[in-house]
């Protein structure tokens, strides 16, 4: 692994990726975005790993966005181009097969939450702020700041937070759903740790294929969601996982899921 991202085993299953450059607020240079792509095509060929944690090194930046000093000297195609980057390595870690938590230890502006948009869950520092701070700058969150903040909490919240560009505080963030939980600093990383091995002691095919079910079936209307559910649900009954868990259950046990 590079040292711009740096990948940890947290527990059995479980995985912690860290952006690395704390000197640089973990902007995302062109360098760091090869190796985050990198990172996320290394995860997707592990079938044990059931659930991954993003954050930041240090504790003042989860991810400040682009790397706006590597963009001064851009010509116009070449920002477009970078802005295009951004926004296809995010999708990779969007398109993770499993359970994505941001880690939100720091500020999270532009490019850095939209980062943590394209995670499943975001827990976040009751001592830090995030924002899409782009019109501020005279452009747009491009990197799908504008269609995934949307989806999560709603047209006008979002509407609100783009046009003013101002950066939200953490419990804002939480009443408006945009995060899901709240730590004080020092028991931040921990508190999502612990979340993060409870996801990753269930069934592994039954997480992606929740992952599946939800993230296709909010994009269509009801009755095509059902049926893509029911569909996901059937992935999961002919497995070994499955009969383990009704065999530990009446055992009064803890399953021991192989992903089979």
Known sequence: MGELVKLEEVEDHVLLMTLNRPEAANALSKAMLEE???TAKEIENRPDIRAVMVTGSGNKAFCAGADLKERAGMSDDEVIKTVENIGNTIRLIEQIQVPTIAVING??????????????????STSTKVGLTETSLAIIPGAGGTQRLTRLIGLGKAKAMIYSARPVEAERALSIGLVEYIHEPQFLLQESKDFACAIGRNGPIALRQAKKAINYGIETDLTTGLEFERLCYQKTIPTHDRTEGLQ????????????E
Do not use: N, T
């Open 248 to 259: 530990a259950f009446k055992e009064k046990r803890k399953p021991v899921y192989k992903g």
């Open 36 to 38: 985050i792509a990198r």
């Open 107 to 124: 500020v999270a502006f532009g490019g850095g939450l939209e980062l943590a948009l394209a995670c499943d869950l975001r827990i976040m």
